[in-house]
Protein backbone atom coordinates (compact mmCIF):
# COMPACT_ATOMS: atom_id res chain seq x y z
CA UNK A 1 0.00 0.00 0.00
CA UNK A 2 1.19 3.35 -0.49
CA UNK A 3 1.76 6.06 2.42
CA UNK A 4 3.05 9.38 2.25
CA UNK A 5 5.56 10.00 5.25
CA UNK A 6 4.22 13.56 7.00
CA UNK A 7 6.37 16.07 9.10
CA UNK A 8 5.15 17.54 11.88
CA UNK A 9 3.98 20.70 9.37
CA UNK A 10 1.58 18.51 7.90
CA UNK A 11 3.97 18.57 4.61
CA UNK A 12 4.39 15.21 2.75
CA UNK A 13 8.39 14.64 2.91
CA UNK A 14 8.75 10.99 1.33
CA UNK A 15 6.21 8.39 0.12
CA UNK A 16 6.80 4.81 0.12
CA UNK A 17 5.06 1.33 -0.09
CA UNK A 18 4.78 -0.28 3.00
CA UNK A 19 2.79 -3.53 4.57
CA UNK A 20 0.72 -0.69 6.98
CA UNK A 21 1.27 2.75 8.35
CA UNK A 22 2.95 1.44 11.75
CA UNK A 23 6.28 -0.79 9.15
CA UNK A 24 8.47 2.63 9.86
CA UNK A 25 7.84 3.00 14.00
CA UNK A 26 8.26 6.51 15.40
CA UNK A 27 7.39 7.85 11.73
CA UNK A 28 4.22 9.26 10.87
CA UNK A 29 2.90 7.24 7.89
CA UNK A 30 -0.77 8.35 6.28
CA UNK A 31 -2.33 6.72 3.65
CA UNK A 32 -1.29 8.04 -0.17
CA UNK A 33 -4.16 9.76 -2.33
CA UNK A 34 -4.05 10.67 -6.14
CA UNK A 35 -2.26 14.21 -5.97
CA UNK A 36 0.01 13.66 -3.26
CA UNK A 37 3.43 15.05 -3.83
CA UNK A 38 6.91 15.37 -2.06
CA UNK A 39 6.93 19.21 -0.84
CA UNK A 40 3.12 19.34 -0.86
CA UNK A 41 0.61 19.85 2.50
CA UNK A 42 -1.19 16.63 3.63
CA UNK A 43 -4.51 17.42 2.05
CA UNK A 44 -6.26 14.54 1.24
CA UNK A 45 -9.79 14.73 -0.33
CA UNK A 46 -12.59 14.11 2.10
CA UNK A 47 -14.86 11.41 2.48
CA UNK A 48 -17.94 11.93 3.37
CA UNK A 49 -20.54 10.07 5.34
CA UNK A 50 -23.63 8.39 4.31
CA UNK A 51 -25.75 10.57 6.25
CA UNK A 52 -23.71 14.11 4.80
CA UNK A 53 -24.36 12.67 1.68
CA UNK A 54 -28.45 12.54 2.32
CA UNK A 55 -28.29 16.24 4.08
CA UNK A 56 -26.36 17.32 0.90
CA UNK A 57 -29.42 15.51 -1.67
CA UNK A 58 -31.94 17.39 0.66
CA UNK A 59 -30.41 20.70 0.32
CA UNK A 60 -29.59 20.45 -3.23
CA UNK A 61 -33.80 19.40 -3.67
CA UNK A 62 -35.00 22.14 -1.26
CA UNK A 63 -32.89 24.52 -3.11
CA UNK A 64 -34.48 23.55 -6.74
CA UNK A 65 -37.88 23.65 -4.92
CA UNK A 66 -37.02 27.35 -3.90
CA UNK A 67 -36.06 28.10 -7.46
CA UNK A 68 -39.07 26.25 -9.49
CA UNK A 69 -41.30 28.81 -6.48
CA UNK A 70 -39.75 31.91 -7.35
CA UNK A 71 -40.59 30.82 -11.57
CA UNK A 72 -43.92 30.38 -10.40
CA UNK A 73 -43.82 33.79 -8.64
CA UNK A 74 -42.55 35.45 -11.65
CA UNK A 75 -45.04 33.83 -14.11
CA UNK A 76 -47.97 34.67 -11.45
CA UNK A 77 -46.73 38.54 -11.13
CA UNK A 78 -46.61 38.87 -14.98
CA UNK A 79 -50.14 37.71 -15.49
CA UNK A 80 -51.15 40.17 -12.59
CA UNK A 81 -49.35 42.97 -14.36
CA UNK A 82 -50.82 41.69 -18.00
CA UNK A 83 -54.05 41.87 -16.34
CA UNK A 84 -53.92 45.47 -14.84
CA UNK A 85 -52.71 46.75 -18.17
CA UNK A 86 -55.80 45.63 -19.29
CA UNK A 87 -58.05 46.73 -16.47
CA UNK A 88 -55.90 50.18 -17.12
CA UNK A 89 -57.05 50.19 -20.55
CA UNK A 90 -60.81 49.60 -20.06
CA UNK A 91 -60.72 52.37 -17.45
CA UNK A 92 -59.17 54.79 -19.95
CA UNK A 93 -61.98 53.35 -22.67
CA UNK A 94 -64.95 53.96 -20.06
CA UNK A 95 -63.47 57.45 -19.02
CA UNK A 96 -62.15 56.18 -15.53
CA UNK A 97 -58.94 57.45 -14.48
CA UNK A 98 -56.03 55.10 -14.76
CA UNK A 99 -54.38 53.04 -12.17
CA UNK A 100 -51.18 54.64 -10.24
Request: with cysteine; charged share 25%; proline share 4%.
Amino acid sequence: MDFCIVSEENIITNMVVADSADALPGVEMRESYDGACIGAPYDPPRVYTAMECIYQEMTDMHLDDIEHGQQITDEQLARIELGQRQTDIELSILGGTQHV
